[in-house]
């Protein structure tokens, strides 16, 4: 500011052109040009996989995934993830394609995937990367194959246990871009891929299903689609087509809400696997029963983490509180039956009991799935079905998967 004796105080700040320019400023901001609601994103995810630290090493070999899709789009993109990488992960190449059988890809659908540009890519510790858009017509619930190869040595590499889909890893060599890939050995795991992304032709609701392994799909049919979102995504697409979604899978065997056996805790994993998705509109969360029973389960690892039914309450009324946050709807699902399970206990029951009785009252969710009263058997309450069971009385059989998929089409749809 000028205070030379004689003079008016000024502000070279409040020239005339900086006020012309601040009201231009003012302006455009009134008339919402950077202040509107954002649109809707252009990209959704048509599969999802909830990333964990894994024990694998690689080194100069090809991994061929297989995922299944939900919607369909013209466009498609994936994120690779090196979350739990300590080390950076160099990527060689990085091919989509469609699947036809085993590690065979349908011929002349092969595309290669580029990072900014370039068909390779170092992705540091602990962050991940996405492919360039890319031309592809992928089909609505159709299984697509991506491969990826690591050039070096890759080890820990950042995975997902339960992917109930056949995953093929080679013996050394680039075969991203081959019909069938020389099968070394194959796993039920997926290996840094955790997002399928498509531009769909119109608007697309998204739901994801947030969960342990019940919604991971633990003890269903290998490479049958047969765990309930996947039977869900199914339904969506197939059954009302005044109401189609894509309902991707955020589930990991063994999680637990508020405690950490082979996974983070859902609480710490929820704004990455939800939140942070493109185009959510809607969370089905469906997670407590580890918390439960795990301390009394054997050798008593976990006694010291024995939960109570308002430990339970007070998180996911912190979910709840996140999701209302973005505008996202929340529907809570009661805790299946585990009467016969390997840490069944009556303490932990009656902390079911409770837990799913707030559940069905509190109102505090925008709509309940009652997947207790659909697996429970009315002979022998708080016991599976016996149809329903698939042997450990603690998952779903395939049968008892599509009951509860069922149950949670009939409540998503209204």
């Not at 409770?354 to 697996?375: C, E, M």
Request: glycine letters at 8%; hydrophobic letters at 40%.
């Amino acid at each position: 500011m000028d205070v030379t004796p004689g003079k008016q105080p000024t502000n070279k700040w409040l020239s005339k052109s900086n006020i012309a320019a601040a009201i231009g400023a003012l302006l455009l901001l009134s008339s919402g040009s950077l202040l509107s609601a954002a649109p809707r994103p252009d990209w959704i995810p048509t599969w999802t996989t909830a990333p964990q630290a894994g024990d694998k090493d690689f080194n100069n070999q090809t991994v061929r995934m297989v995922v299944r899709t939900t919607i369909g789009g013209s466009q498609v993109r994936v994120r690779i993830s090196n979350e739990y990488g300590s080390t950076s992960l160099s990527l060689g190449s990085a091919h989509i394609a469609l699947r036809q059988e085993g590690s065979k890809t349908v011929p002349g659908t092969d595309r290669a995937l580029s990072f900014n540009g370039k068909p390779t890519i170092v992705i540091p510790p602990y962050s991940y990367a996405f492919s360039d858009p890319a031309d592809f017509n992928v089909p609505q619930l159709a299984d697509l194959a991506i491969s990826v190869y690591v050039p070096g040595s890759a080890s820990k590499a950042t995975s997902h246990g339960t992917g109930l889909k056949t995953t093929y890893i080679s013996s050394a060599g680039d075969f991203t871009n081959s019909q069938d890939v020389p099968i070394d050995s194959t796993t039920q795991s997926y290996y840094w891929l955790t997002d399928v992304y498509v531009t769909p032709a119109k608007p697309t609701p998204v739901i994801v299903t947030f969960g342990d392994s019940i919604t991971d799909g633990g003890w269903s049919t290998l490479d049958g689609n047969r765990n309930w979102p996947s039977v869900l995504g199914n339904l969506m697409l197939t059954q009302d087509h005044t109401i189609r979604a894509a309902v991707v899978n955020a589930g990991i065997g063994g999680n637990r809400v508020l405690h950490e056996i082979v996974s983070t805790n859902a609480l710490a994993r929820f704004d990455r696997d939800v939140i942070n998705q493109p185009g959510v509109g809607t969370v089905v969360v469906f997670e407590g029963i580890n918390d439960i029973g795990a301390p009394y389960g054997p050798q008593g690892m976990f006694r010291d983490q024995i939960i109570t039914a308002a430990d339970l309450i007070q998180a996911m009324q912190q979910i709840i509180a996140r999701c209302h946050l973005h505008h996202i709807k929340v529907v809570g699902a009661t805790l299946t039956p585990f009467k016969g399970a390997i840490y069944y206990a009556p303490e932990g029951e009656v902390v079911r009991q409770a837990f799913n009785r707030w559940i069905r009252t509190s109102g505090a969710f925008d709509a309940v799935i009652d997947f207790d009263k659909v697996i429970d058997d009315p002979a022998h309450p708080g016991r599976y079905q016996p149809a329903y069971d698939c042997g450990d009385h603690l998952h779903p059989n395939d049968a008892g998967y599509q009951a509860m998929a069922n149950a949670a089409f009939a409540v998503l749809r209204q």
